[in-house]
């Protein structure tokens, strides 16, 4: 895919969610998250992408890196110091 087909994808996906993280609800420091890691065979289509805030994003890395299984709870619960409202979705 090229590079401008994924800026259009990664453009729609936070279009989707209002701009925010899908975990937390935060509109600062989006990026996108790959489902499915690139190294590990994901692309770039929307179906594989997931806004996330930096420290959602480095959250769930951490987690996916560390090989236990999350616990959805958790993902969804965690709370941030600088973030006033979580939002589920």
């Given at each position: 895919?090229?590079?401008?087909?994924?800026?259009?994808?990664?453009?729609?996906?936070?279009?989707?969610?209002?701009?925010?993280?899908?975990?937390?609800?935060?509109?600062?420091?989006?990026?996108?998250?790959?489902?499915?890691?690139?190294?590990?065979?994901?692309?770039?289509?929307m179906?594989n992408?997931?806004?996330?805030?930096r420290?959602?994003?480095?959250?769930?890395?951490?987690?996916?890196?560390?090989?236990?299984?999350?616990?959805?709870?958790?993902?969804?619960?965690?709370?941030?110091?600088?973030?006033?409202?979580?939002?589920?979705?």
């Amino acid at each position: 895919m090229s590079k401008e087909r994924y800026q259009q994808n990664r453009a729609r996906v936070f279009e989707i969610y209002g701009n925010q993280c899908g975990v937390c609800g935060s509109s600062n420091n989006l990026t996108t998250h790959h489902i499915v890691r690139k190294s590990e065979g994901g692309g770039d289509e929307m179906s594989n992408l997931y806004p996330l805030c930096r420290e959602d994003h480095d959250y769930i890395e951490r987690l996916i890196d560390s090989k236990e299984p999350p616990k959805q709870k958790v993902i969804y619960q965690r709370k941030h110091k600088k973030h006033k409202k979580h939002k589920r979705r």
